[in-house]
């Protein structure tokens, strides 16, 4: 098997776990990855995480040019724009995971930091978690939005829609956008009972020791 060949399996398997386990629901998500050679492969428009082939995953090349493969998710820009603004991402995923969503919509959230410190496992895989506003599915206003941050984000959540994390490879963004949205469900748990959160001196020692982008 070609390590393409195997990356293609390896999205197909990632996307079913979580289109199985409730976090993305219909033919909602999507999720691409870079591959050795500079190009990406990213799943197709109008397809379910849990029914993906990995031979009709849209193929592009490095120059950005769709070479094969069906369709890719109208969203594609959203993708793009965190692949040209940070170095480290090698593979991006977007779901319209329940707990998430719904606190997307809540008052009084901050902007800047979308999720409270409850835990330090939110901290050490996202950084700080920008919450953008709504944008139309497909708009490439949403890639503007990302690249406006100019790659300071690994993480933003799109208000109303869902959330879209970056990370150094399709497991690590896996596994950081499963713990967005254990945090949201926590929040909203907790919502209204004055739960203990960490202090800035607990937040401070998890940054430092973990080396968190915080600061900007």
């Known amino acids: 098997m070609t390590e393409e060949n195997r990356l293609r399996e390896k999205v197909c398997l990632l996307a079913k776990s979580m289109f199985d386990r409730g976090l993305t629901g219909g033919s909602t998500g999507n999720m691409s990855l870079r591959l050795p050679d500079g190009g990406l492969l990213m799943t197709p428009t109008g397809a379910s995480l849990g029914r993906l082939d990995p031979a009709r995953l849209a193929r592009f090349d490095a120059h950005g040019k769709h070479i094969g493969g069906d369709k890719p998710t109208k969203e594609h820009p959203l993708h793009t724009a965190f692949y040209d603004t940070r170095s480290t991402a090698g593979a991006v995923i977007h779901l319209h995971s329940c707990y998430s969503v719904a606190l997307s919509t809540m008052s009084g959230l901050d902007p800047d930091n979308f999720l409270p410190p409850i835990t330090p496992y939110a901290i050490m895989q996202l950084g ?77 020692d998890v940054v430092t020791t973990f080396n968190v982008e915080w600061d900007t």
Do not use: C, W, Y
């Not at 944008?135 to 690249?147: K, L, S």
């Not at 406006?148 to 399709?170: E, Q």
């Open 128 to 204: 700080k978690v920008r919450l953008l506003p709504f944008f139309r599915p497909g708009d490439p206003a949403m890639g503007e939005a990302v690249r406006g941050l100019a790659g300071k984000r690994s993480a933003v959540m799109l208000a109303n829609h869902g959330p879209v994390v970056a990370a150094k490879d399709v497991e690590a963004a896996g596994n950081a956008i499963e713990e967005l949205e254990a945090t949201a469900r926590l929040t909203l748990l907790t919502r209204g009972m004055n739960p203990r959160l960490l202090t800035e001196a607990q937040i401070r």
